[in-house]
């Protein structure tokens, strides 16, 4: 997959509609396993063939942007001016009639294992893997789970492009409670991301630089497996808060990262698939180095631990056709792989670097652009 639309079928359309209508979508299609866009036009279709429908009260409304199959919006203005209908009105009525014609599915019990964990990996850096740790937990907490995001690596550049201070460096921190150095309830690090449809469900684990330090203490520890079970212990006390915890890992090959392997491992009772691993690459020869290097570390641990570690996709980030021949030729290597699958491209587009120059969670600044679909994409597919 390249893109969620194809230029030659699929046109944009913006409108305004209320924000409890939107964030009713985006939750709707999360549960349901839907495309928004898709959601859209089965409702604008729906819509035009049915009879006269409820008002919605569209005061307010804030900009909202999909695509449609091409033509269809012309279609969809053509029935509201038939019916004397602004096209806001429109196609709200048609969602509300998608909403009405697709209920939640039932709640699922409360699972016995705990949250679901997700880590970001690929020991070469610059590929992207804090902007997709960040949208992906944005994107489960839009769809109602509640959602830990983890700063592990020590460079803090998650902490900071959320607009957060990191620990200092004598304070407690994650590192601190993985060694058994800090006092106090991990909870109280816990700081809540606010804005866009997410609010009041996802919450940072700020870094510290201490860090820097935890590959050289776990080494000389006199535990023989304190360093692979650290991370574990030190988040035992969140695992039953949390519906999903996503740890964004350094760009490393360490003892942190076996940790954070070890953590993601498939636990007794737990199906295979639930957690694991996501390994965001680019398309360039470097990655796929990389990632030959990241899989003999998941394969040795696993082997050493006697445990299976899910891989639970690539994610092919900031793709630009354009580049040529070497884009294009890795994209469709990445895909050629087929276990683990390729569970989204991201475009290279301006709006996730506008977001971190303002500080801003990418959901909440631009949350209908082609990047934000993706990352829907990816928390999509990774919760089914």
């Not at 699929?10 to 509609?17: G, H, S």
């Not at 998608?98 to 679901?116: F, K, M, N, T, V």
């Not at 304190?226 to 949390?242: D, M, S, V, Y």
């Amino acid at each position: 997959m390249t893109a969620p639309y194809h230029p030659s079928d699929r046109e944009k359309v913006v409108a305004k509609l209320p924000t409890d209508l939107r964030k009713d979508l985006k939750v709707r299609a999360a549960e349901l396993g839907v495309d928004i866009q898709d959601a859209v036009t089965e409702g604008v279709t729906a819509w035009r063939r049915a009879k006269s429908r409820p008002q919605v009260d569209t005061t307010g409304g804030s900009s909202f942007a999909t695509y449609l199959p091409a033509g269809l919006y012309g279609k969809l203005k053509d029935t509201c001016k038939d019916r004397k209908l602004s096209y806001n009105q429109g196609l709200a009525q048609s969602i509300h009639l998608w909403l009405d014609s697709h209920p939640s599915p039932r709640p699922q019990p409360p699972r016995e294992s705990g949250a679901r964990r997700v880590i970001m990996g690929n020991q070469k850096g610059g590929v992207g893997k804090t902007a997709t740790s960040a949208g992906v937990a944005q994107a489960l907490a839009e769809m109602g789970k509640r959602t830990l995001l983890i700063d592990f690596d020590p460079q803090g550049h998650l902490t900071r492009q959320l607009g957060y201070q990191m620990l200092d460096i004598d304070s407690p921190s994650l590192a601190k409670h993985m060694l058994g150095e800090a006092r106090g309830d991990i909870r109280d690090l816990l700081v809540p991301i606010k804005g866009g449809d997410f609010e009041g469900r996802l919450h940072l684990l700020p870094a510290c630089k201490d860090a820097f330090l935890l590959d050289a203490k776990l080494a000389t520890s006199r535990s023989v497996r304190i360093k692979e079970t650290a991370l574990e212990r030190a988040l035992e006390p969140l695992a039953h808060e949390f519906d999903y915890i996503v740890v964004d890992c350094p760009p490393s090959l360490g003892y942190a990262m076996d940790t954070a392997l070890y953590y993601s491992r498939t636990r007794d009772g737990e199906e295979a698939g639930q957690s694991g691993i996501v390994v965001v690459v680019l398309a360039e020869d470097s990655s796929a180095d990389a990632y030959d290097m990241l899989l003999e570390q998941i394969e040795d641990l696993a082997e050493d631990m006697s445990i299976t570690i899910s891989q639970l996709g690539f994610v092919v980030n900031m793709y630009d056709s354009r580049k040529g021949y070497v884009a294009t030729s890795s994209l469709d290597e990445w895909h050629q792989i087929g276990d683990p699958a390729v569970l989204a491209v991201i475009p290279e587009l301006k709006e996730q670097r506008e977001a971190v120059r303002v500080k801003q969670p990418l959901l909440a600044y631009e949350p209908d652009c082609e990047q934000a679909i993706a990352l829907r994409t990816i928390a999509r597919r990774i919760s089914e």
